[in-house]
């Protein structure tokens, strides 16, 4: 295998040496660019458009689209496009995805792909991973788009349905995957097509493609309605979950901080990693966040809940299984998750912070009783809890487009899972100048702190 590709280059070697042949036909168009007075880059655009409405393809316009985008921005914004992210940018274009390493110029190279497939007048989406960014690029490349003779959308939270028609409804239209996934899910909520805010999924570039596509493929959207339920069972369960202690194996003692490291079996060392070095009433997977009660925890736990439970059962009959449930939400909320790290207590309102990004989620609610238990742990008022009305998961909802393409500075390590799940290339784009940084071995603590 290494032979042939000494000798016929790899694929992606092979996949950068055609995108140079088109590089080098843009290059040769930008002195006729150069010569158009700023009232013809509209008329370009409507020439283009007319042009993919009859015979050609977007493959033929590239090269003329491309030029006209290079010239546009060097005239709007002063930055000319180097050939290097015009590659970026076929590759965009070809629905693969691009890495490109951080300050190569991501935002500038999607401009041209964006712009071509434009043309087409079935809209184009750009999704990014939050809403500072979706704002930032739909005025800094709208001002691009707007010489150009396009207009460019913004889809925000808090906007109304009239609203976030007129912004789908534009040329090119800039929101995070949570906006974009959530209106698909109201609009399958309606009952008429002529109230729906989305107009279809035509063409998607996905900016930090490997955070939204990878590790958040799996997180559901979900849209939840109140249920009839008394919320005064999460005010008295909470008061019965107080004082517990955490159960201690021998693998888990090095994790520990030190201030938890007491009570526990001096010859510790000498037991399996599976054995218990220190009684407790709950057992803690740290890595999955799963919480269970020990046989001791179970026994404190079914006496104190006597008095809830149906006459001559126990806690884990099936007769008593909601119970037990909100009393595993309970556990999670007291020992699991953490106050100013998994969320956050403003106004008096339990707000999820947004365990990728790390931004304030307001709106949003943990399911299945958790953010009630939550409520009722930090003394607020506890809302109704929610049934679930419509869900999809990132992984689903991004194959609705025709055609998908992202971003990244980090996407060769998961190309085979991008090939697998989305069907997406991975193409690896040169630096513009040769990288001298340095990268050091990586630095392993033993704890947190």
Not at 48 to 69: G, H, I, S
Not at 244 to 268: A, G, T, Y
Request: some cysteine; overall charge negative; aromatic content about 8%.
């Amino acid at each position: 295998m290494k032979l042939i590709q000494k000798i016929f280059g790899s694929e992606n070697d092979r996949t950068l040496k055609r995108y140079r042949r088109l590089v080098v036909c843009i290059n040769e168009l930008e002195p006729q660019m150069q010569q158009l007075q700023d009232a013809d880059f509209p008329k370009k655009t409507e020439e283009y458009q007319r042009r993919c409405k009859d015979v050609e393809t977007l493959d033929d316009l590239l090269p003329e689209a491309f030029a006209l985008v290079r010239e546009a921005a060097k005239r709007v914004i002063g930055e000319r496009h180097y050939d290097v992210q015009l590659i970026g940018g076929i590759a965009l274009h070809e629905g693969n995805i691009a890495e490109m390493q951080t300050g190569e110029g991501k935002t500038l190279a999607s401009t041209c792909p964006v712009y071509l497939n434009a043309l087409t007048g079935l809209g184009v989406h750009v999704i990014t991973p939050n809403d500072y960014l979706a704002r930032r690029d739909s005025n800094w490349m709208g001002q691009i788009y707007r010489f150009l003779g396009m207009n460019t959308g913004l889809i925000q939270h808090g906007y109304s349905d009239q609203s976030r028609r007129d912004n789908y409804g534009c040329d090119i239209t800039y929101g995070t995957n949570n906006e974009f996934g959530f209106d698909y899910l109201r609009d399958n909520m309606k009952f008429a097509l002529t109230d729906y805010v989305q107009r279809g999924f035509n063409f998607g570039v996905v900016d930090e493609v490997d955070s939204i596509l990878i590790d958040e493929a799996r997180t559901p959207l979900i849209i939840s309605g109140p249920t009839e339920d008394n919320v005064e069972k999460y005010y008295v369960i909470n008061k019965l979950v107080h004082g517990l202690s955490r159960e201690i194996r021998r693998e888990e003692v090095p994790k520990l901080p030190p201030h938890e490291q007491h009570n526990i079996d001096i010859n510790w060392q000498e037991k399996e990693d599976n054995e218990t070095v220190r009684e407790g009433d709950y057992g803690l997977d740290e890595r999955s966040r799963g919480i269970n009660l020990t046989e001791r925890g179970s026994e404190l736990m079914e006496e104190r809940v006597k008095h809830l439970l149906q006459p001559n059962t126990s806690l884990f009959d099936y007769e008593n299984m909601e119970i037990l449930h909100h009393i595993n939400q309970a556990l999670k909320a007291h020992y699991v998750f953490r106050r100013d790290v998994d969320y956050v207590v403003q106004k008096g309102q339990v707000v999820i912070v947004d365990e990728f990004t790390g931004r304030l989620m307001p709106g949003r609610r943990f399911s299945d009783g958790l953010h009630q238990a939550l409520e009722a742990k930090e003394g607020v008022r506890i809302e109704r809890e929610n049934q679930t009305l419509a869900t999809i998961t990132f992984q689903n909802y991004f194959r609705l487009y025709d055609k998908l393409s992202g971003m990244t500075g980090t996407a060769e390590t998961e190309k085979d899972e991008f090939k697998k799940i989305y069907s997406l290339g991975v193409v690896v784009i040169p630096t513009n100048r040769v990288v001298t940084r340095k990268d050091l071995p990586d630095v392993i603590f033993k704890t947190v702190q």
